[in-house]
């Protein structure tokens, strides 16, 4: 494949009608999507498991259909996809692009892990996550097992976002050429780095080889939003938060207790992306560790880990957590005691649940003394 001119739009108009990157993108959405499906068929999968699986290979699915349409020229908004110009933050796309590809890492035994240093607004969020899933899949195929895929997101004229590896590199002969198509990997076809950085370049960003220690490390540079407008009214469910919702939690400290990953993956991420600071544990014998620390405005607690004691477990936050929140799918079993006079401080919400529930709750509740 020859080498692509440095002025995309020059030479291809809009990106977004190159058929060859199109379809490449296609093909990473499928392979997202059918990696949740999968997940949603593990055995022993819980119902909120399933609920999040199902939910992220729907969003999968439209976006690939989304990337079709424009592919083919259809310009026009797909399903409940957001438009071009909807503002969000640079955090809110890299942790939407994490939960995705999650699974992807976890079957190959690397850790994606994200660092927000700066808050920064921008617009075209779906072009940033197309971009940054197509670095953060290179990224994991050349990840060694037991490495970690970081991620950090900077602000200054605009975001920089940094996705680097623990893999062999790229070798200094080789720094231009994968961007005209070159590829090192078995079965690589060489597309979507030149495609991902046509798209940035379209948006006014642009996507570079930088060098660090070891490894492979490309940052993603996009502009910074102007004014930020209001969200559409009607969203898809596992769309992350507009910047007027973003900061609805903002120094808000939540602790989360649960034994099940999928919703504490769920949850931090969501909690998160909303401005708070989120601590996660999974068993009772990490409480003392958890409370020794800040007090928290927030706590949401899973039946399971307290099993036996729930009642002791509870008053073991007393004076360090604002509220309690029990969500469980058994609401006979919590101990009668916490519900009754002076319980006011605990909540319960049932299994399965909505994030918005749980947002409302949180949104609602300061730290002692705070």
């Keep these: 494949m020859a080498d692509r001119p440095d002025d995309p739009a020059d030479a291809h108009g809009d990106p977004h009608q190159d058929l060859r990157g199109a379809l490449h993108d296609v093909s990473n959405a499928l392979t997202v999507l059918l990696g949740w499906i999968a997940e949603a068929r593990a055995e022993g999968q819980t119902t909120e498991g399933l609920a999040l699986a199902l939910g992220v290979a729907e969003a999968q699915a439209l976006l690939a259909k989304n990337m079709a349409r424009r592919a083919i020229g259809d310009a026009r908004a797909v399903d409940e996809e957001p438009p071009d110009g909807w503002v969000q933050l640079a955090h809110d796309v890299v942790q939407r692009v994490r939960l995705a590809l999650s699974v992807e890492a976890s079957r190959r035994g690397v850790r994606i892990e994200v660092g927000t240093h700066d808050v920064v607004m921008i617009e075209h969020a779906e072009d940033l996550a197309q971009v940054l899933t197509n670095l953060v899949l290179n990224a994991l ?93 009607s969203l898809h469910s596992l769309r992350q938060a507009s910047v007027p919702r973003a900061h609805v939690l903002a120094s808000t400290r939540v602790l989360v207790l649960d034994d099940d990953d999928a919703i504490n993956d769920m949850l931090s991420t969501s909690l998160a992306a909303r401005g708070a600071d989120v601590v996660v544990i999974r068993a009772r014998s990490e409480l003392p560790e958890a409370l020794a620390g800040p007090p928290f405005d927030v706590a949401l607690v899973d039946l399971s880990p307290l099993a036996g004691d729930v009642e002791g477990g509870i008053r073991r936050m007393d004076g360090v957590v604002g509220k309690v929140v029990l969500i469980t799918g058994s609401a006979d079993k919590v101990p009668e005691g916490l519900l009754g006079p002076g319980g006011s401080s605990l909540d319960v919400i049932r299994k399965p649940f909505e994030v918005s529930e749980i947002i409302a709750i949180v949104a609602g509740s300061r730290a002692p003394g705070g």
Excluded: C, M, N, Q
């Design 141 to 233: 195929d050349h990840a060694p097992p037991g490495s970690a895929v970081r991620v950090s997101v900077r602000g200054g004229a605009g975001a920089e976002i940094d996705v680097v590896d623990e893999g062999p590199g790229v070798a200094r002969d080789r720094e231009k050429s994968i961007f005209g198509g070159d590829s090192s990997r078995d079965g690589g076809t060489g597309t979507g780095l030149p495609y991902s950085r046509d798209i940035a370049r379209a948006r006014g960003g642009d996507v570079t080889l930088v060098r660090g220690k070891g490894g492979a490390a490309f940052r993603v540079s996009w502009p910074s939003a102007p004014t930020p407008r209001p969200p559409p009214t």
